[in-house]
């Protein structure tokens, strides 16, 4: 499936306004600090959209909340390389956790018509299991769109109420487009586009805005006790092809892994799609079989 | 017309136009110093400037003998005769002294007169180096002020005898009076012009830019002709990154140093650099000649239309104009220089040694890459992925640094963190990623062993030297990773620094001093052909098909390194076969400066021209020095010639002894060898023990 690409908006909201989440990045080989490769293409994407709009339109706004530690600083002025004037720190105790800040910064109502947050799908370091974002917006009660690759549009549907047209990558490099109602929260994925060199001048000009967080966030007790250890990437499941012919293991090798065994369910009740994902997380191993018995007693009490 | 009324003109005219040059030269010089300061010895400068003109300067216009001649004739015929017509004119003379000076004014004005014909003869079908436009009208205008002073002078000389009624009549009159107009003319180009912006100005601002140059060290002195050495300044200057109010390179013309910016004027367009200019034969959009007509503009402003050579390959004139305190490159919007201009330069160096005028291209570029890349984060193809690299993992690859070693798995390579002192560090450079590399490396290794040289490496410890950070125009990186390698290689002791990249050894040898390095380095050839003179190196020479060497312009043009490389592979038994461009005029392979990293499109590419050279002496064999002009040579498409490192032909013919071969086979492991040692019978002991 390709998508022809669209027209920008006919109509901009009088302002917008973009938030990115930053986070520290390490570098796989070395783990020197630098941005981390995800956020710096939210940062990528945020600025080239304030590039391509009317200027003055759009006001971007990037945040960080952690402690300040040796390398934190390192790595932020990476992001300022890419032309930021400011990055907005909020300070935190090591062991505290980002989503209260975060949620606190992005809670205060903004003048603008139209709201946007983006941030890497997941960070570099520490959990790195990319739920920030969700609870962020389950906190705000905001809009989530995973796998974001471009944002095309913002447009005024109504009065007071705008939404974004974006792309979201799927597997394969398809891409779907769907229009999002603001505010909402993006995340952003591999397959965006590429982030600018950081450049040594901005980064030494920019400025890191420290702000006090308020109140001393929550820490996370049970992730204190966690151990850590590098990620390693996850091995790909072996298809084994036996033939003596040359030409068929060429092709299973070149053939893209088939889809047929998934099901394609059209306008199916709730339960019975909800059903269909058990069976299938249980056929897989993902959930145990008593989960799955609880959770089906569970419906249809 | 009478005595009274000819004299008078005569001093009024030049009076005149001696005023109105020297007003133009206060502006002009008001002008350059509208750029930044750089300190210069004033009046050393000045001192020292007619030394540099009639040595340096004419070794470079000597190149062409015969232009030699006949600058000599035109530029020296000149200053004696307007020197004479100013002390004639202007100073009270006994009228016996009068006579023999306006004699002599008489013969220096006809031996410019000489000069300006053959000027002329050369200006009739001029080559396509060389600018038209005002530059056409140039002899002309030589030939006029000389023939003018030398008939004036006849005139001076002629009143005494003939009648005073001679030039009052209607023949002496006019003679008269044409000839006051053709000084009126000569002198409006040639005193005028020089310093109001005509061609002649290359002569005043050329003068002073000798006297004034930003690398004073590039000249000969007394002292140096007495040592032997030719002197050279290549090291790039670095930048001061801990004042955040200096800029970071150059964005306005303004941010050239004052002497950087007299240096442009200097410019005769006499287009040597175009000519030699590898990214230019490429058909790149970079010609030196006009890069620096560009800088003028960018200091006086208008439109490149104005140019009357040849315009950057792909890019026709008129389209871009320069503007006093505007941007130099363009970034959005006009401005005097596109920047994939920049970016094709492979900083050979080949202009800055052809040019007579001492201009320094290769630093005006560097400065305004830097602003590119340190400013505007704009460096463009995959410099940005290589800097990247750079930062993170020391090496422009991106491989793990703790893999730099791997390609010796097997070698045992001594380290110096191990040993700590030893006589020869041997300095890997990147090309230990690199696999093609990594066999002149183990011939390398396998002749320090077969010589029973007492050397180390640094293994992991080693980073890159930050050349291509550095002329990609990231400094920030360049210097941390100078300061990195300073740091490491302060820890251990050693006498010598050898390294088989060119680039490695010029950054290392040249530029590390300003971070507190000062090395004795040694490119490996420099190295072999020492080993060879003490006897160290026992080689078997043998009769070889033809061979042609290529000189890498780190080690030639930079580092002044021609002899070794050809002394070595004379020892080898092999009679060279020289290209046509070869030693200070080699071409350039194209792999330096960043050049394959940025990547610019030309209608052909720089090493299929240099391999083309290698087919046009038929050289089977072409022997390098360098692990960069190795790849791009060897990169090129159906190639005739085989590319050898002068290290991998030195380690085919090495004679092994029986011993020596064992020792150095049965790993004489860092651990096992006695420290300090450099004792070849030990050594040997150890290995048979």
Redesign the interface.
């Known amino acids: 499936m390709s998508l022809e690409p669209r027209a920008p908006a006919a109509v901009e909201p009088a302002s917008i306004c973009l938030d990115v989440l930053l986070s520290l990045g390490r ?1 796989g ?2 783990q ?1 600090p ?1 941005r981390a490769d995800l956020d710096a293409r939210a940062l990528e994407m945020a600025l080239t959209f304030q590039h391509k709009g009317k200027p003055g339109n759009t006001t971007l706004s990037c945040w960080h909340a952690g402690p300040a530690e040796q390398d934190t600083e390192i790595a932020l002025r990476a992001y300022l ?3 930021l004037p400011s990055i907005r720190w909020m300070h935190m105790a090591p062991a505290g956790d980002a989503l209260a800040p975060l949620h606190e910064a992005l809670r205060a109502p903004v003048d603008a018509d139209a709201r946007l947050v983006l941030c890497g799908m997941h960070a570099e370091q520490g959990e790195g299991s990319g739920l920030l974002p969700i609870a962020l917006a389950e906190r705000l009660g905001w809009r989530w769109v995973p796998g974001v690759v471009a944002i095309e549009a913002i447009e005024p549907i109504s009065s007071g109420v705008a939404q974004a047209v974006v792309l979201q990558a799927l597997p394969r490099g398809q891409r779907r487009r769907i229009a999002v109602r603001l505010p909402a929260i993006l995340g952003v994925e591999a397959a965006a586009p590429a982030p ?7 980064a ?2 920019g400025q890191l805005l420290q702000l006090d967080s308020g109140a001393e966030p929550p820490t996370d007790p049970a992730g204190a006790t966690w151990p850590f250890m590098p990620a390693t990437p996850r091995p790909k499941r072996l298809k084994i092809v036996t033939s003596a012919n040359a030409r068929e293991r060429f092709k299973a090798a070149a053939a893209k892994a088939e889809s047929g065994s998934g099901r394609v369910l059209e306008q199916v009740s709730a339960t019975e799609g909800a059903t269909a994902i058990l069976d299938f997380l249980d056929a897989e191993g993902v959930v145990s079989r008593a989960a799955v018995t609880n959770a089906r007693q569970g419906n249809g009490r | 017309m009478s005595a009274t009324l000819f004299y008078g003109s005569l001093t009024g005219l030049v009076l005149a136009a001696l005023l109105l040059a020297l007003v133009g030269a206060a502006r002009r010089f008001l002008l350059w110093r509208r750029g930044r300061p750089s300190p210069v010895a004033w009046l050393g400068g000045l001192a020292a400037m007619p030394r540099r003109y009639l040595v340096d300067l004419h070794h470079v216009v000597a190149r062409d003998k015969a232009f030699a001649h006949t600058h000599v004739a035109t530029a020296g015929g000149f200053v004696a005769a307007a020197g004479l017509l100013l002390l004639v004119t202007l100073a009270p003379l006994p009228a016996g002294g009068e006579m023999v000076l306006t004699g002599l004014m008489l013969v220096m004005s006809l031996v410019m007169l000489g000069g300006a014909r053959r000027v002329a003869r050369r200006r009739r079908r001029p080559p396509s180096r060389l600018s038209r436009g005002p530059w056409q009208r140039l002899p002309r205008s030589l030939t006029v002020f000389a023939a003018s002073v030398a008939g004036l002078s006849l005139i001076m000389l002629m009143v005494t005898w003939l009648p005073a009624a001679w030039l009052t009549g209607v023949l002496g009159g006019t003679l008269a009076l044409v000839l006051l107009a053709g000084l009126a003319l000569g002198l409006g180009e040639m005193f005028l012009g020089m310093t109001w912006g005509g061609p002649m100005k290359h002569a005043f601002a050329g003068a002073l830019h000798l006297a004034w140059h930003r690398r004073a060290e590039r000249f000969s002195t007394r002292q140096s002709d007495r040592d032997g050495v030719s002197p050279r300044s290549t090291g790039l200057k670095p930048l001061d990154l801990d004042d955040p109010d200096a800029p970071l390179g150059v964005e306005t013309s303004e941010d050239f140093t004052w002497n950087q910016r007299l240096g442009f004027d200097a410019c005769v367009q006499c287009g040597r650099c175009e000519a030699v200019c590898p990214a230019f034969a490429a058909g790149q959009p970079l010609n030196p000649k006009k890069l620096i007509q560009d800088m003028v503009l960018g200091m006086t402003g208008g439109s490149d239309a104005g140019f009357h050579g040849s315009p950057y390959p792909g890019k026709p004139l008129g389209e871009h104009r320069g503007q006093p305190g505007g941007p130099m490159v363009v970034t959005s919007g006009g401005a005097l220089v596109d920047a994939d201009t920049l970016w094709s330069c492979t900083t050979c160096r080949a202009c800055v040694e052809e040019c007579p005028m001492m201009i320094e291209h290769v630093d005006a570029i560097v400065d305004m890459r830097r602003h590119l890349t340190l400013e505007h984060g704009a460096t463009p193809g995959k410099g940005a992925a290589v800097l990247d690299n750079l930062i993170a993992t020391d090496n422009p690859g991106g491989f793990a640094p703790d893999s730099r070693m791997h390609w010796a798995a097997d070698l045992n390579l001594p380290l110096m963190r191990e040993l700590g002192q030893v006589d020869v560090l041997l300095w890997l450079g990147d090309g230990a990623f690199d696999m093609r590399n990594q066999r002149t490396l183990r011939a390398l290794v396998k002749i320090l062993r077969a010589s029973q040289v007492d050397f180390a490496v640094l293994g992991d410890e080693e980073r890159d030297s930050g050349d291509v950070a550095r002329r990609l125009g990231d400094e920030a990186t360049f210097q941390r990773l100078a300061r990195d390698n300073v740091a490491t290689l302060s820890r251990y002791g050693f006498q010598t620094i050898v390294t088989c990249d060119p680039h490695s050894f010029h950054v290392l040898g040249n530029e590390y001093a300003a971070f507190g390095g000062h090395y004795c380095v040694r490119h490996h050839s420099t190295f072999l052909d020492e080993l060879l003179q003490q006897g160290r190196l026992k080689i078997a020479p043998r009769p070889r098909s033809r061979v042609t060497y290529h000189d890498p312009c780190y080690l030639g043009r930079y580092n002044g390194e021609f002899d070794a490389p050809r002394r070595v592979l004379a020892a080898l038994g092999i009679e060279l076969t020289e290209m046509a461009r070869s030693g200070f005029r080699s071409r350039c392979c194209g792999g330096g400066g960043g050049a394959p990293v940025t990547d610019i499109p030309g209608e052909r590419r720089i090493p299929d021209m240099r391999m083309a050279d290698v087919a046009e002496v038929e050289a089977d064999v072409v022997a390098v020095g360098c692990p960069q002009c190795t790849a791009m040579l060897e990169g090129v498409v159906d190639r005739q010639a085989e590319v050898r490192d002068i290290a991998e032909l030195v380690a085919e013919a090495l004679v092994l002894e029986e011993s020596v071969s064992e020792a150095s086979s049965t790993a004489t492991g860092a651990r096992r060898r006695p420290r300090q040692t450099g004792h070849p019978g030990r050594l040997v002991e150890e290995a048979s023990q």
């Open positions: 570098h080989l070395t020197r630098r390389g890419m032309g600018r060199q950081s450049a040594f001048g901005p030494r000009r």
